[in-house]
T-cell receptor, first 116, second 112 residues
Framework: GAVVSQHPSRVICKSGTSVKIECRSL??????MFWYRQFPKQSLMLMAT?????????EQGVEKDKFLINHASLTLSTLTVTSAHPEDSSFYIC????????????FGPGTRLTVL | QKEVEQNSGPLSVPEGAIASLNCTYS??????FFWYRQYSGKSPELIMS????GDKEDGRFTAQLNKASQYVSLLIRDSQPSDSATYLC????????????FGKGTRLSVIA
């Protein structure tokens, strides 16, 4: 299957700082990537759809100025959490469409963000 | 609003038994159906894809699709404690740049 990586796997930061999370498709090109957030014992929540070379599409209730998404190449999408606060502490996961025409999505290993 | 429904569980089965996980979806035009496994604290992992009516087998896993009933299931034969996880059903009815619609997942516990 297709491989998606994320970096960093874990980050702890102070309230008010910004954190950038990278999502890479390692062995395929991904025109579309997706960003999810998951709180403990809760379901995946789609945050946004990231399209290479164009603006991301955010889900209702997700602040686009707080969660900046850049999909500058066919293998890299980044999520920047700006001015992070403790309530932003969560498990952030990206996924990418494998590009085989069947809409299979492959997930990265996730980034655990803790804001102090 | 496209919806995917799953029983949240937990579903408890003894080791060696067959675990049966079920999922229904609302969008009749859905074309692609997936099962993901998510261990606690980890990201989801794709374990089965199915696109046409009938059964698809891969090792101990069998996915079943019935488009007329809008029903997808996953059977796990010879269940092992290592199969204990949350299983997510996902459905896609659009193009490759539309997100999957996920169910909330069924928690499976295999008792040794």
């Amino acid at each position: 299957g297709a491989v998606v990586s994320q970096h960093p796997s874990r980050v702890i930061c102070k309230s008010g700082t910004s954190v950038k999370i990278e999502c890479r498709s390692l062995d395929f090109q991904a025109t579309t990537m997706f960003w999810y957030r998951q709180f403990p014992k809760q379901s995946l929540m789609l945050m946004a759809t990231s399209n290479e070379g164009s603006k991301a599409t955010y889900e209702q209730g997700v602040e686009k100025d707080k969660f900046l998404i850049n999909h500058a190449s066919l293998t890299l999408s980044t999520l920047t959490v700006t001015s992070a606060h403790p309530e932003d502490s969560s498990f952030y996961i990206c996924s990418a469409n494998g590009g085989n025409g069947y809409n299979e999505q492959f997930f990265g290993p996730g980034t655990r963000l803790t804001v102090l | 609003q496209k919806e995917v429904e799953q029983n949240s569980g937990p579903l408890s089965v003894p080791e060696g038994a067959i675990a049966s996980l079920n999922c229904t979806y609302s969008d009749r035009v859905s074309q692609s159906f997936f099962w993901y496994r998510q261990y606690s604290g980890k990201s989801p992992e794709l374990i089965m894809s199915i696109y046409s009516n009938g059964d698809k087998e891969d090792g101990r896993f069998t996915a079943q699709l019935n488009k007329a009933s809008q029903y997808v299931s996953l059977l796990i034969r010879d269940s092992q404690p290592s199969d204990s996880a949350t299983y997510l059903c996902a459905v896609n009815g659009g193009s490759g740049n539309t997100p999957l619609v996920f169910g909330k997942g069924t928690r499976l516990s295999v008792i040794a």
